[in-house]
């Protein structure tokens, strides 16, 4: 079993204890969808036939909570490290140091701009709706279980980077630091402080 499926049976076993309030369910229940990953998602950005060299092309991975406190996570191409830029720019000096195909770039690019594909943008690999609500002082009465659900969320997340690790080269990842006092959460945040390659 998996860091982050434990997490969520724990969750799961602290609500079936007592009544459980409609916004601790709805994290609940965006924790019970593989917390908001898009195993599709994931799957064509790992497809080789999606990519211009033959092995690991590199990528970042940005986090950001957006004006609806929802966590997003998107991947970019390492080659543009600027993530106000789309992942579908490939206005680079040379072209031949994308590592990926450009019609897959200009998919991603054009899933994320208004009149583009209905559903989330196609480099968004995690969206967490209200994930600015695990924080358990809001919650007096389900503390442990908001507990267990961002703990569930952090593991999930790192779950989500190894696995991309094990076919890209991830060179950056937004951190996602949970700030305790002594053994008990009190809130947490994202950090672009943490610079990993991943090989």
């Not at 009149?115 to 196609?122: D, E």
């Not at 703990?151 to 991309?164: C, S, V």
Request: charged share 30%.
């Amino acid at each position: 079993m998996k860091k982050s499926e434990e997490f969520l049976a724990q969750a799961r076993q602290l609500a079936e204890r007592s009544a459980v309030p409609p916004g601790v369910e709805s994290l609940l229940w965006e924790a019970q969808n593989d917390f908001g990953v898009n195993q599709q998602k994931v799957d064509e950005l790992l497809q080789a036939s999606n990519w211009a060299i033959p092995l690991r092309p590199k990528v970042v991975l940005y986090a950001q909570i957006n004006q609806r406190s929802n966590l997003t996570v998107r991947w970019y191409p390492a080659l543009i490290v600027d993530p106000a830029i789309r992942a579908g720019q490939t206005e680079v000096d040379n072209e031949d140091a994308l590592e990926f195909d450009r019609m897959f770039l200009a998919r991603c690019a054009a899933s994320e701009t208004w009149g583009g594909a209905p559903s989330r943008p196609l480099n968004e690999l995690l969206w967490f709706r209200d994930a600015l609500s695990l924080r358990p002082e809001l919650h007096e009465e389900q503390k442990g279980l908001v507990e267990a659900l961002f703990f569930g969320l952090k593991a999930r997340y790192q779950e989500l980077i190894d696995e991309l690790a094990g076919s890209l080269e991830v060179t950056y990842t937004t951190g996602m630091l949970p700030k305790l006092k002594g053994r008990r959460l009190v809130g947490w945040k994202l950090s672009d402080d943490r610079h990993e390659a991943r090989k």
